[in-house]
């Protein structure tokens, strides 16, 4: 798909559009394919790499550029820049039938792709493969978001799969170096949140052991703020599971 603007001379090639309704009218900018989903799951971090152009159209296919007082009025702004990084959050990507599908079925993957890395069976301690996490998936009806991330929605699967399936969060197992004088008090104040597998004092306390990784931020700042800076946390495992076999099948 090729579109020629004569309002700026540019031949805009492999277009995706997004587009935008706001105070009665139509807003539409010009993207790279493939860029948009990036840019919203956080993947694309460079604007320059998304955006075609930093202009504000009403029809991207004839070229023809929004007004400076229609945008103040929908966006409050003239700023082509800021507007177009609204459109972009929260406009809709046109894509056609085909395109649409096999971007949902490739999210579809990733997602169940993250489940498989991020959780194992709690019996075994041993990860699931991405086929049963995917079937899992279908037998529950999971329809893909494409405005969310994929990440988000793993974490969404997860809560869903758990009351029907043997799920949880793989644990990572961490090394705690703690100052003797500090030590007891966090012991004490993680101790909820962490499966020890080993412990020593000499005269520092050291601790091997195992968390679920949504206590890890909460962890290390503790640490690092009770001990000011003195004491560590290292992450010897991001996903502990069993030696062996390691997929599920």
């Known amino acids: 798909m090729s579109i020629f603007t004569p309002t700026n001379q540019i031949r805009l090639t492999n277009v ?20 948009v ?6 993947v694309e971090k460079d604007l320059e790499e998304v955006l075609q152009s930093h202009t ?11 007004k400076k007082e229609d945008l103040t009025r929908a966006f409050g702004t003239e700023d082509q820049t800021e507007v177009c990084l609204q459109i972009l959050a929260k406009g809709e990507l046109q894509v056609s039938e085909k395109e649409r599908h096999s ?16 959780c194992v069976n709690p019996e075994t301690k041993r990860p699931y493969t991405v086929g049963i996490i995917e079937r899992a998936m ?29 799920l949880e969060r793989a644990r990572m197992k ?3 170096s703690l100052p003797a004088r500090e030590a007891r008090k966090i012991r004490e104040k993680i101790s909820k949140h962490i499966s020890i ?4 004092w000499t005269p520092d306390l050291e ?9 890890y931020r909460e962890i290390d700042e503790l640490v690092r703020s009770e001990t000011k800076g003195r004491g560590t946390v290292e992450v010897l495992s991001l996903k502990e599971v069993e030696e062996g076999d390691e997929m599920l099948h």
């Open 37 to 42: 989903v990036s840019w919203r799951n956080k």
């Open 103 to 118: 971007q949902l079925d490739a999210m579809f993957r990733d997602i169940a792709t993250n489940v498989a890395d991020m």
């Open 138 to 166: 279908k037998d529950a009806h999971y329809s893909v978001k494409a405005h969310k991330s994929t990440k988000q929605q793993a974490l969404e699967v997860i809560r869903l799969l758990k009351p029907t399936m043997e």
């Open 174 to 176: 961490l090394r705690l």
């Open 207 to 215: 601790i091997v052991c195992l968390i679920d990784p949504g206590y």
């Open 16 to 35: 995706a559009i997004v587009r935008m309704k706001r105070a009665g009218k139509r807003f539409e900018i010009a993207c790279y394919k493939n860029k």
């Open 56 to 66: 504000v159209f009403t029809n991207v296919s004839k070229g023809q550029v929004a």
């Open 197 to 200: 597998e080993q412990e020593d």
